[in-house]
């Protein structure tokens, strides 16, 4: 084949090509095509293989069905005079139904979008402290959404959600907000920690005071006991002719020497016993007897002038 013949079958292949692309395009899915014919609306093309007369009919644009994002942030101060900068994302689509509609009576959607929010946003960020801010973040989003919904729906596009995802306030304020954060909760640990020293001095205070009771209570209980052994001392001291003046006596000496003897016992002891003589204990004797007497001469006393003040 010569080189003529390949130059002629090429720029037939090259013409035919050119003749079906005019005639024919592709439309892929989820989107529309806008053709105009003879600079006048036409048509609006679907997915597929569509046809269109060359050099009458013009591809004016295309448009996406699928949902579409959009991110803004706006900076914006609080009730409390705090700036803080508010992003919040919409999601939206152009309806099928009404691709004429979001072709030619809005040129830029961003843009009408991001006006509406900005308005929203700054209307609403105003109303509350920052706290509250962060609390009803949801609120914000659903009065954007709603605004938007019914402005953009006159132009051909669906509001499918609206989000604020992110609150960020001046760096100073999250540093303080910290502070403040750190100080409430070591004053709750501070609190805790304050009941549970007073739990535990109170659980100390109870266990010493049942200890001291106790302990009276053994003392009491040591007492009654001696003085039971005492009482059957001086019986078995009588039956054998001693009176309750020398049966006494004679038990003071003894327990006299028994301390001695435990007190011997112990080579670092540092008691002394004073006075320390046989007739100690004869004295001792005579010395509770008369305090003995005294105390009951007192003791009436007291009762009598005490009844005849109550006459």
Known sequence: MSIFSLLFYGTLSFFVFSLFSNFFFIVHQETAIIVERMGKYHSIRKSGLN??????????????????????????????????????????????????DAFYRLDHPNNQIKSYIFDVVRAEVPKMRLDDLFERKDHIALVVKSELKDAMLNYGYSIINALV???????????????????????????????????????????????????????????????????????????????????????????HYDTLQAIGDHGNTSVVLIPNHPTSSKEMLNDMITSFHLSNKIGSSIKKSKNKKTN
């Open 165 to 255: 995802t992110d609150l960020d306030p001046d760096e100073q304020v999250k540093k303080a907000m910290n502070r403040i954060n750190t100080a409430e909760r070591e004053k709750v640990a501070a609190e805790y920690k304050a009941e549970a020293d007073k739990i535990q001095i109170i659980m100390k205070a109870k266990a010493e005071a049942e200890s001291i009771r106790l302990r009276g209570k053994g003392t009491a209980d040591q007492r009654k006991e001696i003085a039971k052994g005492t009482l059957e001392s001086i019986k078995i001291l009588n039956n054998v002719g001693l009176n309750l003046k020398e049966a006494s006596s004679l038990i003071i000496v003894t327990q």
């Open 51 to 100: 046809f269109k007369i060359p050099f009458i009919d013009h591809l004016k644009g295309k448009l996406t069905l699928k949902i579409q994002q959009l991110d803004v942030l706006v900076d914006t101060k609080t009730k409390d005079n705090v700036f803080v900068k508010v992003k919040v994302s919409v999601q939206y689509r152009v309806l099928p139904n009404k691709v004429y």
